[in-house]
T-cell receptor, first 110, second 111 residues
Framework: EAQVTQNPRYLITVTGKKLTVTCSQN?????MSWYRQDPGLGLRQIYY???????DKGDVPEGYKVSRKEKRNFPLILESPSPNQTSLYFC?????????FGQGTRLTVV | SQQGEEDPQALSIQEGENATMNCSYK?????LQWYRQNSGRGLVHLIL?????REKHSGRLRVTLDTSKKSSSLLITASRAADTASYFC???????????FGPGTSLSVIP
């Protein structure tokens, strides 16, 4: 079954404490991306990756890092989280015709 | 500014009626996609239309694209309560480029 798996689903953390949200896909897709979703703003792309070791900034990359050391994994790293990064995060893995989304990670930074 | 903008922001209809949502964008695109999101969950791909296509159908869904007006519409015919969700359009300028989503249309279908 085609799947994009994100972990954790829910996370509450404190300001400044580094965290990583993992994302894994089993479809051998080259293109993967991260989004955040905030009320009234829709989804905004944070980073995307067109292949292993190739990453590019999306519209809102500040405060985030990513890595793509292998095709199936695309972790999102928050080195020093701040309250304005409280959001719902989605990872997506794409073929040329559609994107498959993970179930989301609800992050709260206090 | 966002590439895609859906209209209306919210739509409430009776079951059995048709629902039409519109999406406008600002620059040239390679393709436009529509997604559905049930409350707080991941997005589900509905349909993709390429810049050289004008209309596509998938079950009860009909999507049109007018590149001269930089707009697209999603029509859901014979709506059902299960169609209640948020609907987003997303555009790509080129293949595997940045994908930009609009803020979405919230559709409520009343049984």
């Amino acid at each position: 079954e085609a799947q994009v798996t994100q972990n954790p689903r829910y996370l509450i953390t404190v300001t400044g404490k580094k965290l990583t949200v993992t994302c894994s896909q089993n479809m051998n897709h080259e293109y993967m991306s991260w989004y955040r979703q905030d009320p009234g703003l829709g989804l905004r792309q944070i980073y995307y990756s067109m292949n292993v070791e190739v990453t590019d900034k999306g519209d809102v990359p500040e405060g985030y890092k990513v890595s793509r050391k292998e095709k199936r994994n695309f972790p999102l790293i928050l080195e020093s989280p701040s309250p304005n990064q409280t959001s719902l995060y989605f990872c997506a893995s794409s073929s040329p015709s559609e994107a498959f989304f993970g179930q989301g990670t609800r992050l709260t930074v206090v | 500014s966002q590439q895609g903008e859906e209209d209306p922001q919210a739509l409430s209809i009776q079951e059995g009626e048709n629902a039409t949502m519109n999406c406008s964008y600002k620059t040239s695109i390679n393709n436009l996609q529509w997604y559905r999101q049930n409350s707080g969950r991941g997005l589900v791909h509905l349909i993709l239309i390429r810049s050289n296509e004008r209309e596509k159908h998938s079950g009860r869904l009909r999507v049109t694209l007018d590149t001269s007006k930089k707009s697209s519409s999603l029509l859901i015919t014979a709506s059902r309560a299960a169609d209640t969700a948020s609907y987003f359009c997303a555009t790509e300028k080129t293949s595997y480029d940045k994908v930009i989503f609009g803020p979405g249309t919230s559709l409520s279908v009343i049984p």
